[in-house]
C-alpha cells in the first residue's frame, strides 16, 4: 500500500526541519522511552514524522517515517502477511528510535540489532542538506549513525525489510537451575537453527528460564497469557515436566511481540511497592491495567523525574563474561531478576554495544554478546547511588563488556572515549558537519552536581512521597499515553473480533 498524499507531506516536513537544521539543536520526538537527562536546549519537534508511507509485499519491504511506533508497524505489516525481523517489545518505542539507539530482541541472535535490518535511511545533515544512507551509499554515515543516538544527523525517513509472519509463536520454557546454567542453555539454543527467538529471565541464584520460539501457522490448544514475567515464573521450576512432556504454550504473534509491555517486564512492580498500600495481586492489576503498560510506566517515570536511586541499563558482555558480572552485581546491588537476550555480533567502530575477538573498540572479529536488563532499585542517597553507578561501569568496563547508551552513564570523559573510538566518530562529525549537535557523550552524561543540589521547597515537596508518583500519574494521563492504549486496546479487540466472525 502507498499514500501520495503522505508523502507530499512528508517532503514538506522535512523542508522545515532542514532549514532549523542548519542551527544546532536537540530533537523532540514527542515521547520517548530512555531515561538519559533532560536538557534545556532549543529543540525541533519531529513528532508529525509518524507515517507509514508504502508496504511493498513483493519486496518484502515498508517505507516509514522515524516517528512510527512498533504497534503501528507490526498492525500495518501484518496485515500484508509480514513483519519486521526485530520488533521491540514495547508498542511505543519507534522505528527512528530503534535505528538510533541500540534496539534489540529476541530475534536478535539472527538478524542483530534492529537497525541492520533497515536498508536505507533518510536523513538531515547539520547544514540542512538531505541525504540518502545505505550499504551502498555513504556508507560510513549508515554504519555510524546507527547506534550514535541522533548525534550525526535527523533520521526522517527509513526502509526496513521485512519477513513472513505466521500466526503463533511455539515458545517453550527451558528451566536452569542457576547462572551458569542460564548462560550456557542460552547460547547453545542460539545454535538452533530451528528457533525464530531466544531469550532469558533469571529470578535468582538458582532459578531462571530460557525461552525459545518458533513461528507457527497453527496451535493445537488455547493458552491464554496475562503477564509475561509472571506466567514464565511458573514454569521455571527445575524440576523435569512430567511424563517428558516439554513446557509450550502457542502466543499469538502479536501478542508475543509485546509479551513485555504488561508491567514494563517486572518495573511496575516498583509503583506497587512505591505506594505501598496497594497490594498486588490478580484483582488490582486487572483494575490499574491501562496504567501498568510501557508507555504509560515511562511518562510516570519521566512526570516523576525521580530516577535517583532507581537503575534502568542495559548492558552487553561476551558469554565468557556474563555470569561473572551477574554474580558480582548480584552481591553489591542484590536487584533480581534478570533479562538475557543473545544479540549477533557487530563490525567495529560502532557507538553500539560490540565485542570483539580481542575487547577492542576498533578492531578484532565481531563476536555474539549477551544483553543483560538490570531494572530495579538501589540507593536512595545520592553519593552511594553515583559510587554503585560508576563501580558497576568499572566493572563493566574490565570484562570487556559495554552499556547500551539509551540510559545514564556516569564515566568521566576521558574514560567513555576509551571504550569508544572517538578519532572514527568525530571524523564523521566534521565529514557530515554534525559538530553543531551535542555529541554522543554530551547527550548521555549525567551531570552529578544536580543530586547534590539542595532543592527549593516546591522542588523538595514534589520529589517527597507520595506526590512525586501522583505527579508522575498526572504526567501520564495528561501526555495522551493512556487514552493511547485505551483505544489501541479497543481497537486490537474489535479487529480479533471481526477476524473471528468472518
Known sequence: MEYSKDYELHESLVDVIAEERKQGFRIFHGSTNNTRPAHED??????????????????????VEPNVPMDKLVDATLQDGLMPPVVMEFPGITVGGGFAGSAGESSSFKYGYFSETVNWVEMVLGDGRVARASRYENEDLFHGAAGAAGTLGTITLLELRLVPAKAYVKM???????????????????????????????YSRNSGVVMTGVLAD????????????????????????????????????????????????????????????????GLTRWFLDDFLHARVLYRALHGTKRYLGFMIQDLALHYSTAQDFIEYTADNLDIWPWWICPLRGIRCPTSHPCCTS?????????????????????SQDPVTFVEQNRDLEQRLGILGGRKVLYSQTYYPEKEFWDLYDREWYEALRQKYRATTLPSIYEKVRVDVSTFYAYP???????????????????AAVRSGDYVYHRQALWKTMWASLRRKVD
Open 456 to 474: 527549593s521547597w516546591p522542588q523538595w515537596l514534589l520529589s517527597a512521597w507520595p506526590l512525586a508518583g501522583v505527579a508522575g500519574i498526572v
Open 218 to 281: 497453527e496451535k493445537p490448544s488455547s493458552s491464554p497469557m496475562g503477564s509475561m514475567v509472571l506466567h514464565a515464573r511458573t514454569e521455571a521450576s527445575p524440576d523435569p515436566p512430567k511424563d517428558g512432556c516439554e513446557l509450550v504454550d502457542y502466543i499469538p504473534i502479536r501478542d508475543y511481540l509485546f509479551r513485555y509491555d504488561r508491567g514494563g517486564f517486572w518495573v511496575g512492580l516498583e509503583s506497587f511497592k512505591y505506594f505501598g498500600f496497594v497490594p498486588f495481586n
Open 358 to 378: 580481542g575487547y577492542t573498540a576498533s578492531h578484532g572479529t565481531p563476536e555474539p554478546m549477551l544483553n543483560i536488563g538490570l531494572w530495579g532499585r538501589a
Open 42 to 63: 532549543r529543540a525541533i519537534d519531529i513528532s508529525p514524522l509518524n507515517r507509514v508511507l508504502k508496504i511493498d509485499p513483493r519486496a518484502r519491504t515498508a517505507v
Open 172 to 202: 517453550t520454557y527451558h528451566p536452569t537451575a542457576s547462572v551458569k546454567e542460564a548462560v550456557k542453555s542460552i547460547k547453545k539454543e542460539t545454535e538452533n537453527s530451528e528457533n525464530d527467538y531466544v531469550d532469558g529471565i533469571v
